[in-house]
């Protein structure tokens, strides 16, 4: 176990790295999918808000909105490392909301519909909320200071 460490401790700042590109392709994939209604998440604004109205959220259109521009900019401000920690709120935030109004209720099962990578994406934009951008290929670094 020693050994490991040793050899891999050097490599820690690129932890950060590999989240943010994680959690921001996810993100970045999902919400051009509503604003553009293309790709493997293509669903569209009007279509989600149907969705949205169906749960019962209130200015469903207005939401949809809020939601896809959060998912589509803070996505990609995750792969390119600007106002990291503020786009990590907002995913955060949109995670909580999906995981309670949506997931919660079908289990943990993502076959199910259920919140285990609701969870994944939302602990990923927690973990980035305390970290920042991290070190490494991060454009606004100097921002964040």
């Known amino acids: ?40 998440a ?18 469903a259109m207005f939401f949809a909105w809020v939601v896809t521009l959060v ?8 792969l390119l490392g600007v106002v990291t920690r503020y786009a990590a709120l907002l995913l955060a935030v949109d995670m909580l909301v999906a995981l309670l109004l949506v997931h919660l209720q079908k289990g943990f ?3 199910q519909g259920g919140y285990e990578f609701v969870l994944l994406l939302l602990l990923g934009g927690v973990s980035l909320l305390l970290s920042g951008a991290g070190k490494k290929w991060a454009l606004g670094k100097k921002w964040e200071k």
Do not use: C, I, Q
Not at 17 to 31: A, K, N
Not at 42 to 59: E, K, R
């Open 1 to 40: 176990m020693k050994m490991l460490d040793t050899k891999l401790k050097e490599y820690a700042s690129w932890s950060t790295l590999f989240l943010r590109l994680g959690v921001g392709v996810v993100f970045l994939v999902h919400g051009v999918g509503k604003l553009l209604n293309v790709g493997p």
């Open 71 to 78: 998912e589509t900019l803070g996505g990609a401000a995750l």
């Open 42 to 59: 293509a669903l569209g604004v009007s279509n989600f808000a149907g969705y949205l109205s169906s749960l019962g959220v209130p200015a």
């Open 109 to 111: 099962s993502v076959a």
